[in-house]
């Protein structure tokens, strides 16, 4: 990663109101802590954010100047009008948690058994609600209007995004923004990619059935261990061997579940896992190669298949030319080493749903540290985000929407 000098010239001066804005963001900076820590020991799995959706609820209901409304019972909208004529900007937040047991040693550590939040989401929620309640102090000279979208089940496919999509919250919306805080990166660091950012998640799943029988009789049996294993390795050549180098694909097994007994040949063995793939075509081809490498192997040895694939989120890919503007809004705002190169990853989001009606950008917030130890991925049961990136996350967003409503 290198650092970048943004395009400040795509931009206008700086306003008053963004000067207002940025230096109220540091002050606040210690009550988005609260409020992610508050999130992070009372977590919630996607579609079950009951007590999360009524916090934000609550913690907005006092601030001035906010419209709050419940689209589903586990998802909030808070709308502040401006008092100047202007576009609608969206900002999306997520807010759901992982079925994960967490292990940080940390008095903020989740309350709840199974359940954590292992991604980030807490700090985007607590990002987007300090957003509210800046830009709610500053409605006199504010141009437009922002929707804060605080969207539900991000984690869990069909996902919230689309179903907030069908109440109407991207009516009349011209331009919408997110963030991911990013483990890969260090904190102090943000990245705003031009195009594709994030893969489509697809998932597949599928049975072999075989015979079953003793395992010191194989040769009466029709052994799905051991077709499904020839299959895990076959699966991989789909990827190797017939999609262009180029194309940037993934194809994971990662589940593989057979047998009761070690002295017992199974009747059937289930494979499951995920494809990320960027290019449209592409992703509607490789289900058809999947099935016949898996039918194939599976009938040359007397087994069946029931195979199923599952199309997930579409992929995240930033306006190109809304995604200059951001980047000239960081390089005004940051000092020059802020704004990083960045790579697409392959992870999923579906933050993409909300792209299908408006230009939209999904930005990366560093939130990594490798010297406090704060190394573990996303979706680890010791996940930890440095909270110095929620103040830098706070000012992006805060930067990036006034100058959004500024442009019009």
């Known amino acids: 990663m290198t650092s970048l000098q943004g395009p400040t010239d795509l931009l206008p001066p700086a306003a008053p109101l963004a000067d207002a804005v940025l230096v109220a963001a540091t002050t606040l900076a210690p009550q988005v802590v609260a409020w992610r820590r508050h999130l992070h020991q009372h977590p919630e799995v996607a579609f079950q954010e009951v007590q999360t959706a009524q916090f934000i609820a609550d913690t907005l209901a006092v601030v001035p100047g906010l419209t709050v409304t419940r689209p589903t019972p586990t998802s909030v909208v808070a709308e502040l009008r401006g008092t100047l004529p202007g576009p609608t900007i969206a900002v999306r937040a997520d807010i759901d948690a992982l079925p994960i047991q967490e292990e940080n040693d940390v008095e903020y550590r989740s309350t709840r058994d199974g359940a954590m939040h292992a991604c980030g989401h807490d700090g985007h929620t607590a990002i987007v609600l300090g957003l509210a309640t800046l830009l ?156 016949r490498v898996i039918r194939g192997i599976a009938e040359a040895f007397g087994a069946t298949v029931d195979f199923h694939y599952e199309h997930g989120y579409r992929p995240v890919v930033n306006d190109r030319a809304l995604a200059e503007r951001l980047q000239a809004v960081v390089a005004r705002t940051f000092d020059g080493d802020t704004l990083i190169d960045l790579r697409p990853t392959m992870g999923g989001e579906d933050f993409s749903a909300y792209q299908q009606r408006a230009p939209g950008v999904f930005a990366f917030v560093g939130a990594g540290n490798v010297g406090e130890g704060i190394v573990h991925p996303h979706h680890h049961p010791r996940f930890q985000v440095d909270e110095r990136a929620l103040d830098v996350g706070l000012r992006y967003l805060a930067a990036a929407t006034v100058a959004l409503l500024a442009e019009h």
């Open 136 to 291: 709610a102090a500053h409605t006199a000279q504010l141009p437009g209007t922002v929707r804060f979208i605080f969207q539900h089940a991000e984690e869990l496919s069909p996902g919230g995004a689309e179903e907030l999509v069908q109440h109407g919250v991207m009516d009349g919306v011209a331009q919408v923004i997110g963030l991911h805080l990013w483990a890969p990166m260090p904190v102090g660091r943000i990245g705003i990619l031009a195009g594709p950012a994030m893969a489509a998640p697809d998932n597949f799943h599928c049975t072999i059935t075989g015979k079953g029988g003793h395992a010191a009789i194989p040769h009466e049996c029709v052994d799905p261990i051991a077709i499904g294993a020839q299959v895990v390795t076959a699966l991989q050549q789909v990827v190797s061997r017939t999609v262009d180098p180029l194309d940037p694909v993934v194809l994971s097994v990662t589940q593989f579940i057979a047998g009761t007994a070690f002295n017992v040949i199974p009747n059937s063995a289930y494979l499951a896992g995920t494809v990320r793939t960027f290019e449209p075509a592409l992703r509607q081809s490789i289900p058809a190669q999947m099935e």
